[in-house]
């Protein structure tokens, strides 16, 4: 498992590629997710979208944009896996 900071600075060197994250799941098990992390077309920019973006930083999760599905994904930094 990488540590938090490890995991910031990979997703900080991604920028605005497409990354795939490799994570553990609340229940144990492991999920792969393949998307964007600042995606630009798809940021909520109401008070509420900014509300709920630093409620899941001070939670310590990191959202994603999920290609496949087209819907809003989320991690915890201390339970990544691997990234790519």
Same mark, same amino acid.
């Given at each position: 498992?990488?540590? +938090?900071?490890? =995991?910031?600075?990979?997703?900080?060197?991604?920028?605005?590629?497409?990354?795939? =994250?490799?994570? #553990? +799941?609340?229940? &144990?098990?492991?999920? =792969?997710?393949?998307?964007?992390? +600042?995606?630009?077309? /798809? #940021? =909520?920019?109401? %008070? $509420?979208?900014?509300?709920?973006? %630093?409620?899941? $930083?001070? $939670? &310590? /999760?990191?959202?994603?944009?999920?290609i496949s599905s087209r819907q809003w994904k989320s991690f915890y930094a201390n339970k990544v896996v691997d990234i790519s």
């Open positions: 498992m990488l540590t +938090k900071d490890e =995991v910031h600075k990979l997703l900080e060197a991604k920028g605005t590629k497409i990354t795939t =994250v490799t994570f #553990i +799941k609340a229940d &144990g098990s492991e999920r =792969v997710v393949n998307g964007l992390l +600042k995606p630009t077309s /798809q #940021i =909520v920019g109401s %008070d $509420r979208g900014l509300a709920q973006g %630093d409620a899941m $930083r001070a $939670r &310590g /999760q990191v959202p994603i944009w999920e």
